[in-house]
């Protein structure tokens, strides 16, 4: 029995798919009425059952039911949240678990210091020191299908603006990762020995400057538009002057620093390890644009 702490996320949902495709026998979690009916959506979207269990992280003894006669588990909560790692470790080794597969981010490589990143690295080291049997994956950006909050948000605002917005010289690298191939890894590490006990990290084929990037959706998206390079230290005090009028604002100034910062990462170990063979950015946001059905004559 497999059980999902996170099934009702944009990747939770795309993990199990693929394991009742599988035929693994699955429990998720739900810790409340919308996350249950989430999960019933679910099953009806895959024509398959699977176990459902109320509980929550905020709380050991929440878990403790829900975690019986489970033997493997996969872990795809924020790591921000050390307590609710905490309590599901405590939870996980009273039960007795043999295998966790805990998912992090490649935050925790930022050259420089931030709040999440330190609390993400907090939760790897009590998951290292848990004696769980466990491995961690840390997925870069992760996109593709219309849950996808980075890449979704974006083509819909370039459909309905006909322009773009960007903050620097559009000359950092990104590589993100596309939604199935995080899954297929989530699997394949699942029972594979050489994975027992290890951290890898998860993304896309190749690393692009941004500049490439809005290129490529330009051409996957046949459609022109507009782009607004705007320089980073001015953005990010009108941030701050916009957050302080309007006390709300889908950045912060930190978020706009750190698009200075190239995110190119290694992957070779997880190829060596249980082949990992991510696709390209190219080819992942063609399949998100066709997914979504942008591109579509109505
Ligand atoms: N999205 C990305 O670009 C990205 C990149 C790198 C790594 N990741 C990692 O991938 C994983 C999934 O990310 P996501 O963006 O797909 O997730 P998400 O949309 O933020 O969903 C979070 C999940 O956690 C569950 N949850 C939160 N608090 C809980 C509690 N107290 N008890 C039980 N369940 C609780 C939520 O359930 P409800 O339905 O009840 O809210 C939901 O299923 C996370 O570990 C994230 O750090 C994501």
Redesign the pocket.
Known sequence: MIYV????????KRVVGKLLNNKKELRC????E??KY?LLDLQKKNRKKFDLVG????STDSLIYSLKDVDTAIY????E?VE?VKNFINAAVKCGLKRVVF????TTLLPTENKIKKLKLQSEELIKKSGLNFTILR????YGGCED??FYKMLNFIKNKGFFVIFGSGKNLIQPVYVDDVANAILDVLENPSTFGKTYEICGKNAIEYNEMLKIVRNKLKRNFKIIKLPIGASKLAVEVYKKIVRKSDFNSDQIERMKIDKAYSYTEAQKDFNFNPISFEEGIEREINEIGFNKKK
């Open positions: 702490a996170g099934g009702t996320s944009f990747l939770g979690l739900f810790r409340s919308a996350a989430k509980g929550n992280l905020l795809m909560v924020r790591l949240y609710f998912i992090s981010s490649t997925p870069s950006m992760i909050d980075n």
